[in-house]
């Protein structure tokens, strides 16, 4: 069974970071596109990122220029992202979502097969 499942929201002051955790399994992340999105409430899902997990690609979306990484670690089939310089306007529920394409589409809400059920970041001072 394909599971996907998101960890390290919390709550952070403008201008700090955090990390997100997707811990995959039932597949191997190496054959998928992992995705990261968001959904602030009262607006769509948004893309933030994509990584190509066989070759590393990564698609950057505007919300992450700049301030936001992805990192993976195979051992732990986990995919991280690094969130820096954090603003109140990053508040959001953030997902994680693979495609079994390994190479990264559109960043797209429907362009992706599995998600994860999401973590909240709230920037608030």
């Known amino acids: 069974q394909v599971q996907l499942v998101e960890s390290g929201g919390g709550l952070v002051q403008p201008g700090g970071s955090l990390r997100l955790s997707c811990a995959a399994s039932?597949?191997?992340?190496?054959?998928?596109?992992i995705g990261w999105f968001r959904q602030a409430p009262g607006k769509e899902r948004e893309g933030i990122l994509c990584i190509s997990m066989r070759d590393g690609d990564i698609d950057y979306l505007d919300p992450a220029k700049g301030r936001f990484t992805v990192s993976r670690d195979n051992a732990e089939n986990t995919v991280y992202l690094q969130m820096t310089s954090l603003k109140p306007e990053d508040t959001a529920l953030y997902y994680c979502?693979?495609?079994?394409?390994?190479?990264?589409?559109?960043?797209?809400?429907?362009?992706?097969?599995?998600w994860g059920q999401g973590t909240q970041v709230t920037v608030s001072s």
């Open positions: 979502a693979a495609d079994p394409d390994s190479r990264c589409p559109d960043l797209v809400p429907w362009a992706f097969d599995y």
């Open positions: 039932g597949f191997i992340l190496d054959d998928y596109a």
